[in-house]
């Protein structure tokens, strides 16, 4: 039994940036589009991991008035690590190699298996105290993924630009 009264503002908040974080993406994705392919995968797994936050971030609230607090921690973390896991394998799989990962993408990949570990144990009953501590990191974890493959985004588009003007390219109006 959980011994404290649940405030799922936090996770609201989640939901909000993570809405806004995919907003920016879509923006970004549109105006460079014409100029500059994107990844699919990459994109696949900014929405995938977004839309994971927002969905996932309302739910614990949603089954709380239905089947009781800790049941709806175990079925919401349960579902929400084995989401997880789908990402990552999906990732995996659809990039047909684990040596195409960079450094940082494999350190990632890698760290967030303890986090699915722990969304799961949750959704087994097992550390049910830190429940929501657990759940508010796998939030946290999906929104800081995406807001990371943003960036690499960004800074992909701003080194082609960096490339062209480089090359000897001359600036629009000199």
Request: proline share 4%; with cysteine.
């Amino acid at each position: 039994m959980t011994p404290y009264t649940v405030n799922y503002d936090a996770f609201r908040v989640i939901a909000e940036v993570a809405v806004t974080l995919t907003g920016f993406i879509g923006i970004v994705v549109v105006l460079r589009h014409r100029d500059r392919p994107f990844s699919r995968l990459g994109l696949a797994t900014i929405l995938g991991t977004s839309v994971g936050a927002v969905m996932f971030s309302f739910l614990p609230d949603l089954l709380d008035g239905v089947i009781g607090v800790d049941a709806a921690w175990r079925v919401a973390a349960g579902t929400f690590g084995l989401y997880h896991l789908f990402l990552i394998v999906n990732h995996q799989v659809r990039q047909r190699s684990i040596r195409a990962n960079t450094p940082v993408q494999l350190a990632i990949t890698l760290a967030s298996l303890p986090v699915v570990g722990l969304k799961l144990a949750v959704g087994l009953g097992f550390l049910m105290p830190w429940a929501f501590e657990i759940y508010y990191l796998g939030l946290l974890w999906c929104v800081g993924i995406a807001a990371y493959l943003f960036a690499m985004i960004l800074f992909d588009a701003s080194d082609a630009e960096a490339g062209k003007s480089e090359s000897g390219a001359q600036p629009a109006g000199d």
